[in-house]
């Protein structure tokens, strides 16, 4: 059996992991991001040719411990660390919700929510694009067999995950085949090309994490299939900004209108009032539409 390294890693409260996990998983028919009845969060990751596995539990408020099973996994720990915003200062974020009543009360309701990230650009990236322009749970569903299309099942615990497909897979792979998962022509090439970018290390996540968000934005949405909404997702999924928002979301205004009981909000006010906090917005959003579709187990 491989190795197992584990830890216990501090965090600072409010943290809830099962919050926290909920808004990276978006969905139950995740096949990469498993949430476990007993609230363990399970991922298979990829590092160098190499799957590993992570187990993540909430100990307390102030402590989670972190399970890596593989070769030399305790370098991971700082991914784990990075995907569950551990170390995020949401401090600021509550001091602008502070003036906007139902936006507080909705922040109180998720209290412990931190902004999850994916743990490569490449994932976020390939998120962004099949999430484009159609439903959640149609996106959800062409993503479940995007990853069992392109990846092979990993056993934890009778739990089955799946490492997120590799970017060289997806390089070499035929159109058709991305075709096959209910990809539509142009997610499929972009897509593709996307995959042989990185591939190549044409697109390579240090040179962005060097860029203001702005500039981002802009090199992000020179690559095909990307505009400005699927730039600002990545960069939120992706690299932890918190100062983007994704704009033109056909369920934003919907969503606002559910949470906040207004029958119109400002959102570019709101969206002035919330500063470099802005992207905390999204998930909560995010959490409140799944709190009222009766996902939220609490």
Same mark, same amino acid.
């Given at each position: 059996?491989?190795?197992?390294?584990?830890?216990?890693?501090?965090?600072?409260? #409010?943290?809830?992991?099962? *919050?926290?996990?909920?808004?990276?998983?978006?969905?139950?028919?995740?096949?990469?991001?498993?949430?476990?009845?007993?609230?363990?969060?399970?991922?298979?990751?990829?590092?160098?040719?190499?799957?590993?596995?992570?187990?993540?539990?909430?100990?307390?408020?102030?402590?989670?411990?972190?399970?890596?099973?593989?070769?030399?996994?305790?370098?991971?720990?700082?991914?784990?660390?990075?995907?569950?915003?551990?170390?995020?200062?949401?401090?600021?974020?509550?001091?602008?919700?502070?003036?906007?009543?139902?936006?507080?009360?909705?922040?109180?309701?998720?209290?412990?929510?931190?902004?999850?990230?994916?743990?490569?650009?490449?994932?976020?990236?390939?998120?962004?694009?099949?999430?484009?322009?159609?439903?959640?749970?149609?996106?959800?569903?062409?993503?479940?067999?995007?990853?069992?299309?392109?990846?092979?099942?990993?056993?934890?615990?009778?739990?089955?995950?799946?490492?997120? #497909?590799?970017?060289?897979?997806?390089?070499?792979? #035929?159109?058709?085949?991305?075709?096959?998962?209910?990809?539509?022509?142009?997610?499929?090439?972009?897509?593709?090309?996307?995959?042989?970018?990185?591939?190549?290390?044409?697109?390579?996540?240090?040179?962005?994490?060097?860029?203001?968000?702005?500039?981002?934005?802009?090199?992000?949405?020179? *690559?095909?299939?990307?505009?400005?909404?699927?730039?600002?997702?990545? *960069?939120?999924?992706?690299?932890?900004?918190?100062?983007?928002?994704?704009?033109?979301?056909?369920?934003?205004?919907?969503?606002?209108?559910?949470?906040?009981?207004?029958?119109?909000?400002?959102?570019?006010?709101?969206?002035?009032?919330?500063?470099?906090?802005?992207?905390?917005?999204?998930?909560?959003?995010?959490?409140?539409?799944?709190?009222?579709?009766?996902?939220?187990?609490?």
């Amino acid at each position: 059996s491989a190795s197992v390294f584990r830890t216990e890693v501090p965090v600072e409260r #409010p943290f809830d992991l099962y *919050l926290t996990t909920l808004a990276l998983q978006r969905l139950s028919t995740n096949a990469v991001d498993v949430l476990s009845g007993d609230g363990t969060y399970r991922r298979a990751l990829q590092d160098h040719q190499r799957t590993l596995l992570l187990r993540v539990r909430q100990l307390g408020p102030e402590k989670i411990a972190v399970e890596l099973a593989g070769t030399r996994s305790e370098r991971l720990v700082s991914v784990a660390q990075r995907m569950l915003g551990t170390d995020v200062d949401l401090r600021a974020w509550g001091r602008r919700v502070a003036a906007i009543p139902w936006l507080r009360d909705l922040s109180r309701l998720h209290r412990g929510l931190r902004p999850p990230r994916y743990p490569t650009l490449w994932e976020a990236v390939a998120h962004a694009i099949v999430f484009q322009q159609i439903s959640i749970h149609a996106a959800g569903a062409i993503m479940q067999r995007f990853v069992m299309r392109f990846s092979g099942p990993i056993e934890d615990e009778d739990i089955v995950l799946y490492p997120f #497909p590799a970017v060289n897979i997806i390089a070499n792979a #035929p159109l058709s085949s991305l075709r096959s998962v209910g990809l539509s022509a142009n997610k499929a090439h972009a897509l593709k090309q996307c995959a042989i970018a990185f591939a190549r290390e044409q697109v390579k996540e240090k040179s962005f994490a060097r860029l203001a968000s702005a500039e981002a934005i802009a090199a992000l949405s020179a *690559l095909r299939g990307i505009g400005p909404w699927s730039a600002a997702v990545i *960069l939120l999924r992706g690299l932890g900004r918190l100062d983007v928002f994704p704009l033109n979301d056909s369920g934003v205004a919907a969503s606002l209108k559910l949470l906040s009981g207004r029958t119109t909000v400002n959102l570019d006010r709101l969206l002035l009032q919330l500063g470099d906090q802005r992207g905390m917005l999204y998930f909560h959003l995010l959490l409140g539409r799944l709190a009222h579709a009766g996902k939220v187990e609490r």
